[in-house]
């Protein structure tokens, strides 16, 4: 089982530039934990000091309770994956693979069974003859892995090992990945700029943003409940509504008067009237409506309908001007919709969070 | 012949015309043609002892007609002087010496024609290259200078690589670009002023000395015994060093730069010591570039003339050393030739040892 790997106040500096600002968070033992955030916004950064490449200019890092500053990357119980791989092209393949064994004493014989054994791991069993440059992408990518796992680490890192992969490798190799870490229970500490990915294969996510750690919770929570604006916005798609609240109920809920109209909505972050917030709905929880059956009802036109095949994406325009995207399946309803047509479209309290304003993710 | 079409529909006939016109009266004059030239000199020579052999019989012949003439005028004053019976004795003898004046001037017309022959006089044979080989003391100087020159091949290697290597991944930007042009601009004085400077600082009174004076380990001004020079071979070997230093540094450098710095990372992340990543990632990756730098050094080092001119302080010979000689000195050029020939045939077998030690082809030289 892998250890855990605790971060406690951490900050690194680039001369004037802040990184990663005060960063704290303690990844399980034996989970599966990605970084997600856009680029630059500090995430390389804290894997390389996890790593041990550089040391934080503030707080510790602790793996498995043990401190670990000035402790270098050779001696870390860490493995780096690179994402473009970084394998060493004039070595064949179980060379590669049994690389870090040199130097744990292994002679040649024991390191070409470890390797025949990770191959047989990575499914590519009978390849360790051959160079590196005679692989294609996903091959190489399990090559990569391999290399990592034959030190056995008690962490693994991954640096995006799959943003240079063509969609459909992606996406298999996101169950591989998983079931990887789930047969050899090492920690994983992945990161990634694609929230798909970061989504269907974490146990936890944190969404990063500036440098800053905006919410870590589960894909779920991550996604039905995001803590701010940003993480609102960069996971998935969400309709945000400017607005100043009017009410406050006793259930946690409140009403605010948004650019679409007046919305019901969760008030977690508890806002109280006159504060300046943003109502968010996800445009998959919003329904076309014949009657007022939902708690939410707002009198739309259609404005334009992008066809995407297994879905349709639906702009409305509301009475007050402001655009509010419908999103629904392909169910053969979709292509009924005209522009110009009046539809009403519902959605219900709990789908209508709201968040303080703040700025939301670039497009 | 696609490479030629290639260029062709590039740029065009005119641009690639005079591309290859001129790749070719380069190679065909700068190289090929000197090169045959040289060879052809090694296989003849001049019979020099012969010719100044018989320069000297005909300036001896010469000579002794002067003195057959001072006899005959001797004799003449002594005959018209002399009494009638002393005289038959006297012009007996005068018939003599104009018989002999007679066959030495026939003599003297024989050889000096065959002195304006031989003079011109070419033989082609192999006794250029026995020569070489049986001269023990210049057999010694030879491999004396091939093994200096792989020393000096070795020092330099083992003395840039790491210097490179800092260059090419340790240092920032700007320092490495700062250390760089501390490399170069010793390179804008003139070899041959460099080479000086280097005899100053190791002669016995010089800036070394000097310096080691001031620390009491030397006393400069002793008469006897006087303070140590450093000339010599260990001179010789480090005044090489010194003025070819960035024929290794920078085919290091440009090769250790191409390395991707992540596997030098990955390396690290999996456990490796500095000198495993050395070993194992950094150095197959430079072997290119250290074939090109060992093949440079070792050829200026073993075809240097002035460092060994300067800094041997007499005590060394060079092979260079000993070609100048027989050009410029007894200005025998077929032996030049040919020894110039043997130093060309080492560097070539030294190329190909090279190449095939470090496994790099002729491109990957190239690039």
């Not at chain 1, 190799?173 to 294969?201: K, S």
């Not at chain 1, 996971?235 to 009403?255: I, K, M």
């Not at chain 1, 007022?292 to 297994?310: K, W």
């Not at chain 2, 290794?248 to 010591?273: C, S």
Request: proline share 4%; hydrophobic share 45%.
């Amino acid at each position: 089982m892998g250890m855990d790997v605790d971060l406690d106040a951490v900050t690194m500096r680039f001369d004037e530039f802040v990184a990663v600002r005060n960063a704290t968070l303690t990844v399980n033992s034996g989970e599966f934990f990605s970084f997600l955030g856009p680029s630059g916004c500090g995430k390389t950064t804290i894997l390389r000091m996890v790593s041990g490449f550089i040391d934080p200019s503030e707080g510790s890092i602790r793996i498995g309770g043990i401190d670990m500053r000035g402790i270098g990357p050779n001696k870390r119980p860490t493995a780096l994956i690179f994402q473009n791989l970084a394998l060493f092209p004039l070595m064949k393949v179980w060379e590669n693979i049994s690389f870090g064994l040199r130097f744990r004493g292994a002679d040649a014989a024991a390191r070409r069974k470890r390797a025949d054994e990770l191959l047989d791991l990575i499914e590519l069993p009978d390849q360790g003859d051959k160079l590196v440059s005679e692989l294609s992408g996903g091959q190489r990518q399990r090559v990569a892995i391999a290399r990592a796992l034959a030190v056995e680490p008690e962490v693994l890192l991954l640096d995006e090992p799959l943003s240079a992969l063509d969609l459909k490798l992606r996406q298999h190799m996101r169950a591989e990945l998983r079931a990887i870490q789930r047969r050899t229970g090492v920690t994983f500490i992945y990161i990634t700029h694609d929230q798909g990915e970061a989504l269907t294969m974490s146990d936890r996510v944190a969404v990063m943003s500036q440098g800053m750690i905006e919410h870590i919770d589960d894909s779920e929570v991550i996604y039905n409940r995001p803590s701010t604006a940003f993480v609102a916005t960069f996971v998935g798609e969400n309709n945000p509504f400017y607005g100043r609240v009017v009410e406050t109920l006793a259930d946690g809920h409140a009403v605010v008067d948004t650019e679409l109209g007046r919305i019901r909505g969760v008030n977690a972050t508890r806002r109280v009237v006159g504060d300046n917030v943003i109502v968010f709905v996800r445009p998959e929880r919003c329904k076309i409506v014949e009657n007022a059956d939902f708690d939410n009802v707002m009198e739309t036109t259609v404005d334009r309908l992008d066809f995407e095949g297994a879905f349709v994406n639906l702009f409305l325009r509301g009475q007050r001007g402001k655009d509010i995207i419908v999103h629904m399946t392909n169910d053969g309803r979709a292509l009924e919709f005209q522009p110009g047509m009046p539809v009403k479209v519902g959605f219900s309290v709990d789908n209508a969070t709201i968040l303080p304003e703040a700025e939301l993710a670039a497009d | 012949m696609s490479q030629v079409s290639d260029l062709l529909r590039r740029y065009g006939v005119v641009m690639t015309s005079y591309v290859l016109i001129a790749c070719s009266v380069w190679i065909v004059i700068m190289i090929v043609v000197p090169q045959a030239v040289m060879l052809t000199y090694t296989f003849w020579y001049e019979d020099k002892n012969l010719v100044g052999e018989l320069y000297r019989e005909i300036d001896q012949g010469y000579a002794q007609l002067d003195a057959f003439d001072a006899k005959l005028a001797d004799l003449d004053s002594r005959i018209s002087a002399a009494a009638a019976d002393a005289k038959s004795v006297l012009e007996i003898r005068r018939d003599e010496i104009v018989k002999k004046e007679k066959a030495l001037e026939a003599r003297l017309a024989t050889l000096e024609k065959r002195y304006e022959e031989e003079k011109t006089r070419i033989y082609w044979g192999l006794r250029n290259y026995k020569y070489l080989f049986s001269n023990a003391d210049h057999r010694m100087v030879f491999f004396k200078t091939i093994w200096a020159s792989v020393l000096v091949t070795f020092l330099a290697l083992v003395f840039c690589y790491p210097v490179a290597y800092y260059l090419a991944k340790v240092a920032p930007a700007e320092r490495a670009a700062l250390v760089m042009l501390g490399l170069i601009v010793p390179y804008w004085v003139n070899e041959l002023l460099r080479v000086f400077a280097w005899q100053m600082i190791l002669s016995g009174r010089g800036v070394l000395n000097l310096a080691l004076s001031l620390f009491g380990i030397v006393d400069i001004n002793s008469l006897n015994p006087p303070p140590p020079n450093y000339l010599g071979d260990g001179g010789v070997i480090v005044g090489m060093i010194y003025a070819y230093i960035l024929f290794m540094v920078f085919p290091l450098y440009n090769v250790i730069e191409t390395l991707d710095r992540n596997q030098i990372e990955a390396g690290t992340d999996l456990g490796a010591p500095w000198w495993g990543i050395h070993w194992h990632i950094v150095i197959p990756h430079a072997k290119p570039g250290i074939a090109v730098g060992c093949i440079m050094t070792f050829m200026l080092a073993a075809g240097s003339y002035a460092v060994p001119m300067a800094l041997s302080g007499g005590r060394s010979q060079w092979f260079t050393q000993i070609i100048y000689t027989w050009t410029n000195e007894t200005q025998d050029m077929n032996l030049g030739a040919t020894y110039a020939l043997l130093l060309l045939v080492l560097c070539i077998l030294f190329i190909m040892a090279m190449m095939r030690v470090f496994r790099v082809s002729l491109e990957d030289i190239a690039k």
